[in-house]
Structures are given as C-alpha cells and as structure tokens.
C-alpha cells in the first residue's frame, strides 16, 4: 500500500514510503519525452569480508541474466524495443540500476526493476558462465597501468576499512566462490526496504507513483540489513608502493585520508581540491568523463605548464565512510618521478603552510557551482544524483550542496588543508615501467 | 521548483543561418538546465594535413587555446576557469571542433573567447613544446594499449599503411618532432576559416541574440575554405589478413577484427547501420556478444562498431579475451559474421533492431552536447534539419532483403583484416 508523501516533500519532487520500506522519489521533467529510471541499493564492496571480495559486483552481473517472469534471452530486449537503454554499476557503497527510455515504456522499466528485486533466478550454469566474464573484466582493468596502481594504492592506503579491496574483487575469491554465496548475498540485500527507486522524466507523478506501488508493492520486506562497519585506524607514518611491470609511461599517485561525504570538511576539501586541480562536480556517472577547468589550478601550473606531467587529476568521491582523497600523474616522457614527486609534494607542503588565496576560493566556488549545473543536464543525469546521494547520504542531502559549497570560507580550506594533507597520512604509488623484453 | 516543461517532444527545430564569410549558425533552444552548450566546428581535421606530417592538425588543436592576438594563454585559462569552463577541441579525420558548456549568463564571454582563439591565435613556440611534448606522451602511452594497438593495425589492414583513414591521427613521435609553428599557422591559415565553420548554440538561450552576436565575432573575418580532400577508395580485399602484437606484461588479448564498408551518402547507410546493430549493437552486443560473453563467457565485451565517413568507413569488431581464449573468440566472430553474411538476418532482428533505433532517436537529445553533435553531423553530410523528424521513415523504409544483401556484401570472414594485441606473440 502506497502512503505517499509520509516524507518531508522535497522541492519539485514527490516522495513516497511503501508498506514494504521501499522509498520512491519521482520527478516530473518535461523537457523531452523520455523517462530514466534507477533502482539503488544499499550494498556495495565494503559490504565485502575477505574470502567473498567482488560479490556485490558479481550479483549485479547475475541480476541481468533472467527472472522468474523474464526469460535471461528476454531480459535485455524489454527496454531496446522501446528505444531504451539499460547499465548498472556497482561501487563502494552501492549498487544500482538504470533504463532510460521512451516515456511509453515506464511500465516496463518498472517491471524489470521489480523482477530484479525480488525473482533473479542464478542459474548454476549462467553463475559459471559469469565467473570467467568477470574475471576478463579484471583482466582488461590490468592492461591499464593506471589501474594497476590505483587498486595497489588503494589496498596501501587503508588496512582495515572494506573499501581496501577493487570492487570487482580479488582474482581467488573470484575464483572460489559458488553460487550459494552470490544467491545469499543476493536475498540479504536485495528488498524493499535496502532500496531507493528514482524516476525522473516525462510523467505524472501520481500516477507513477500508482504504477511502482503494483510493481513492487507485494515483495515483502526483509530482515534489517546490518552492514559492514569497519573504522580504519589513523594512519602514524607515509607509506609507499611501487608497481613495476612492462609499459612505456611512469605514472605517480598520492592518496591521503578523506572525510566522508557527510562531514565537515569535505567541502572544504572537495573546494581544495578545485584549488589543487580543478572542480569536478560530484556526479561520478558523468562528470569525470572530461578533464575540469584547471589551468589555473596550483598542481597543474606547477606539473603541466611546467613540464613535469603531462596529466594531472584530484578526486574527492563523495563516499558514506571516510575514504581516499587521490592526485594523480602521468609523468611526462622523460621526465624522472622523483622530480615529479618532489614538485608535488612543494605544492601540498606550501598549500599547507600558506592556505588558499580569497581569489582562489572563490574561483572554485564559482566552478564547483556551475558543475553542479553542467551535471544535472538530462534526465538519467538528475535521477543518478537524486539516487546516489539519497543512498550515502540520506535525504534532503542533495539539495543543500549549493549551500554547502557557499558557505567553505579560505579558512576552512586553510584548516583542512592543514590536518589532511599532512605527510603521515599520505600514500605514494610509483608506477615504474619497465622496457619490454 | 516548479517541473520543468516545454522543450523536444516534438523533435528539435533549429534555426540555421548562414553569415556572409559563409559561416553557418545553427540554434537550438532548450529548458532543462540553465546552460549552453557552444562547438565551434571546422570541415578540417586530419585528411587534409601532408602526408609527411601526421599529427599536424592534432598539434594545431592543442595549442589553437594557448593564446591569442588579444588573450594571452594565463588569461584564456583564466577566463574559463573562472566560470568553469573547460574547452574541449576535438580533431577526427574531418572535422577538428571547439567545445564547451557554460552558465546562460557567461555565454557572451565565452562566445567570444571561442571564436577568438578559433580565429586569432598566435601559437607561441613555448606552447607548441608544452603541448608536442604531452601529445608524445600521450603516443607512448596508445603504444602501451593493447585495445589502441590491436585498433591502429587492423586499420592499416584495411586500408594500407598511406591510407589517410590508416593514418595515427596525433601522429608519431618523429612527426611530432618535424611540425613546427610555421607549418602549424599555415596550416590554421589554410584550414580554420569561416567558410569551413558550423557553430552549434544549444541550450536556454534565444536565437536572434545568438545569431546577432555571433555575427559581430565573427564579422570581418574572411577566408575560403579549400577543396575538401578526395578520400582514396580502400583496397578490395581478396584474402583474410592477420597481425599479431606482442605486448609483454598485459593480463588480456584484444581483438579488433574489421571490412571497410560504404561512405556515409550512400544510400545504403540505412540497411548497413542496422545490420551492425544486429550484429554487435542490440543489448549487450547483438549477436557477438550473445555467443561469445553470455553463451561462452569468453568476453567482458564483444560488439562491432560501424562508422561511415567521408569516405568508406570501417565496420569493426571488438573483444577483449583471456590469451589462452583467443582462437575460440576468433573462431566465434567467423562463425556469426559468416552466419549474417550468408543468411542475413531473421524477421524478428528486423522488427526488434527497427524499434530500437527509432526508439532511440529522443535519446540523441537527452543532453545539450548531444544535440550539437546530432546536428554537426547533420551539417557536415547535409542531412537537412528535418532529418530527425525524417529519420523514422527511412528506418522503416529498410526491408529484411536489403539488410541481408548489405551483411553479404561485407560480412565475409575470408577477406577480415585480423589484429591480436596482446601478451603472447604466437597467439591466435
């Protein structure tokens, strides 16, 4: 039974808590006739103990290989009749779902949604099927130096915390686990009440509303979800690591400890970080696709137009836990990573020791702004950020980010750059490429 | 927040004028974000560079935003970073495009800085270093990649190595070293001209202001636009040709196994492009991926690629593979393309590769940077701007026979241009 808007309504948005604990956000678009729907859940690879690394990603693989109601041949044909496209992904805190499509096709966006939730069949011989698939994914992640080191960084940085592991898992696990891991992972985490469904598009709330509450309005509710909570110790001294293998570029990495989403200081961070190397925005489904503004930014006038790299990036994800604050480098041909570092690190030390310039915030302040703008430009854009921030960080979350990046003064920057930057908590990763024999 | 309203049900309308240096302006007005969404694009790019010059046009895109008669490169980066805004300057085959998204109420600035640095650059020698020496990089680095290196041989396959489609489009290392700023203004002098200009305008803004103030940027700047270059017609191939690529140190092997096919006008682009689809596009990859990712579990993707140009375009084949699974995935995309090719496709492809495409079409117009694209193409082939709104018909128009004679006519294993890159050199 559907009790609309026993939520606190949302500017623009309708809100509505079924029976079951599913939450439904809905937002009327009608700019043009198209619809995107996603379906977020509460699970992700910090969820993950040792031994069952990469399951969450492995369910959400499962999950598109057949229902009880649709045939695994069907599944991907439903949308595509109408024009639609369909993907998932999954990440440290959460997997989820999408169909973007024609808006004559809610119905059927719906219906997949709910068979995913409540009737995917794991079919021992589609599990194996989909073991070898996935570990060829991972294989394809090792042919990118970048990578390599991102997951030896990563693994480096924290020792405790889940997010350690590479959401796809570790190559063993991958390897060892059955198909009973993945369907008991799958039935613990995949219910109404671990899930947020989004539609935002070119239809009438009501009556979407009317059509998710037929959906997905007689699963039943499961038992709670207690989810992994892990706390990583603080960090007493820098550590390094180096990845040599055969390739043609060396590429550096510094990851330091960052706060949650949800903290005080991760807009202050998130607008050092625009100083440092230029605003990104906080949609991870589309805005880190191009490079930022960033020639102004302190590490690219001190390692690109000064030779030095020919590439540089900060990322600041927003997370549910405190995870990793990355600069990354590629160094340019020739150019020596202890250098490269040296250079860096005299930008982080002076950031530190000086703080931020008015000029500069305020610059950032404006980037971070219009990124936020940029991001929202189309419908499966604004349900990906309406699902992603209700799911790490709770509702209403989203809509103060403007005020939130407003209100970061030069001296909340200044202090965070202080405490977090500091070289104890710092990793560095080397990737050193070695000629091919 | 009011829902947001008015906009593209009825398929887009925009408004194309042609200023009197023959630059062509196209609008397009849309609501959902307060944005717009500027490409400045050039018939340019790659073809028309010397032939002992690759990478020229690439160079020049990369340093055509490093400074101007009236901007120095700190103050470009300074005027886009201050309101967020980053250029992206695209060089293909035969196009090289300037682009950005900025705030509604920057857009006159903006505007302004794109046409100048389209317009004025001055190519400082200190830039041109910085810049060749990130495009080497950025060579060296495709040189460790097996997907870039499997791509750029079966390329040369297809084509021959002088073949402008076959050519590295950032250049090589050594080539990169001969582009000086000589041959980079002159090639700016010859190529980035009004007469060769589409500049598309999309978002919350309305026409007549655009076009008056694109006009006063772009008011006394003259030039004609050269002859296109003619796009040689690739060889005729008679006999299946294979490279293998060994790149010590990689975990996965990729495969690109490609035919060259038609030019863009032809008039069978239609039966071609949703053969393609039926191939290695519907759901996950069409029928590749079906055998070899969901049915063999060989592949994290497996799909084809079909692009048209200028000239005859390539219709490529992609997978990435464990290395010991190599013959079998080889063996697996012989045996779906020669399935097509023989038999063309069922009534039920038809009927479902049909709906999806015309389904899709709403989708080109989800974002204002789709939309500029959607109709630089439109300008660049001359599809006319009702092309969206005449789109579906001509996807109904294609019949199951013309598909089938379309997959007969390329989809022959025996004469597939076969690159393998990847950690074992005796593979395949």
Partial sequence: MALPDTIPARAGIRTAQFGNGLTVLVREVHTAPLVSVWCWYRVGSRDEGPGRTGVSHWVEHMNFKGTVNIPRDEMKGIVERFGGMWNGYTWIDQTTYLETAGRQAVDQMLFIEAERMHNSLYDPVECESERTVIISELQGGENDPEQLLDIEVTATALRVHSYRHPTIGWIDDLRSMTRDDLYGHYRRHYIPNNATLIVVGDVDADEVLGKAEKHFGAIPAGHDVQRLRLSEPPQLGERRVNVEREGTTAYLKLAYHAPAVADPDYFPMLLLDAVLTGAKGLNIWSSFRGAPPQRKARLYTALVERGLASVVGGALLPTAQPFLYTISMTAMNGVDLDALETAAIDVIDKVRAEGVTEQEVSRARRQLLARLVFENDSVTNIAHQLGYFETIAGSGFLDSVPERVAAVTAEHISDAARRRLAPSSRTVGRFIPRAAR | ??????????????????????????????????????????????????????????????????????????????????????????????????????????????????????????????????????????????????????????????????????????????????????????????????????????????????????????????????????????????????????????????????????????????????????????????????????????????????????????????????????????????????????????????????DYLIGSIPRMFETNQSIAAFLQNCELFGLGLDYDRRLPSLITAVTRDEIATAAAEVLRPESASVAIAGPDEAEG
């Avoid at chain 2, 050269?226 to 996965?252: L, N």
Wanted: hydrophobic letters at 40%.
């Fill in chain 2, 1 to 354: 927040m009011m829902p947001l309203t008015t906009g593209l049900a009825s398929g887009l309308a925009p408004e194309r004028i042609v200023l009197d240096n023959g630059a062509v302006v196209l609008v397009q007005e849309t609501t959902t974000t307060p944005a717009v969404t500027i490409d400045a694009t050039f018939r340019s790019g790659s073809a028309p560079e010397p032939a002992d010059l690759p990478g020229l046009a690439f160079l020049t895109g990369r340093v055509l935003d490093r400074g101007t008669e009236r901007r120095s490169a700190d103050q470009i980066a300074e005027e886009l970073d201050d309101r967020g805004v980053s250029l992206r300057i695209l060089t293909t085959r035969h196009t090289l495009g300037i682009s950005c998204t900025c705030l509604v109420e920057d857009f006159d600035d903006i505007l302004s800085l794109v046409v100048d640095v389209a317009r004025r650059p001055t190519f400082p020698e200190g830039e041109i270093a910085k810049r060749r020496a990130e495009a080497i990089t950025a060579i060296r680095q495709d040189d460790d990649n097996p997907a870039v290196r499997a791509v750029e041989a079966a390329f040369e396959l297809m084509y021959g190595a002088d073949h402008l489609y076959a050519r590295r489009a950032k250049g090589t290392s050594s080539s990169l070293e001969r582009v000086d700023r000589d041959a980079i203004a002159a090639f700016h002098r010859r190529h980035i001209v009004p007469a060769a200009l589409c500049l598309a305008v999309v978002g919350d803004v309305r026409v007549q202001g655009i076009v008056d103030r694109a006009a006063l940027e772009l008011s006394g700047w003259d030039g004609t636009h050269p002859e296109p270059v003619a796009v040689p017609s690739p060889p005729c191939p008679t006999v299946r040709r294979r490279r293998i690529i060994g790149m010590a140190g990689k975990s996965q092997t990729d495969i690109a196994y490609g035919f060259t096919t038609i030019r863009r006008l032809d008039p069978r682009y239609y039966a071609y492009w949703m053969m393609n689809n039926i191939l290695g596009q519907f759901g996950l990859g069409g029928r590749l991926a079906e055998n070899i990712r969901e049915r063999q579990g060989m592949a994290y993707y497996a799909f084809s690629a079909f692009e048209p140009n200028v000239g005859e375009g390539p219709l490529m084949i992609r997978a990435g593979v464990d290395p010991a699974n190599v013959k079998r995935a080889v063996e697996a995309i012989d045996k779906e393309v020669r399935g097509l090719g023989s038999e063309g496709p069922t009534p039920a492809e038809v009927t479902e590769t049909r």
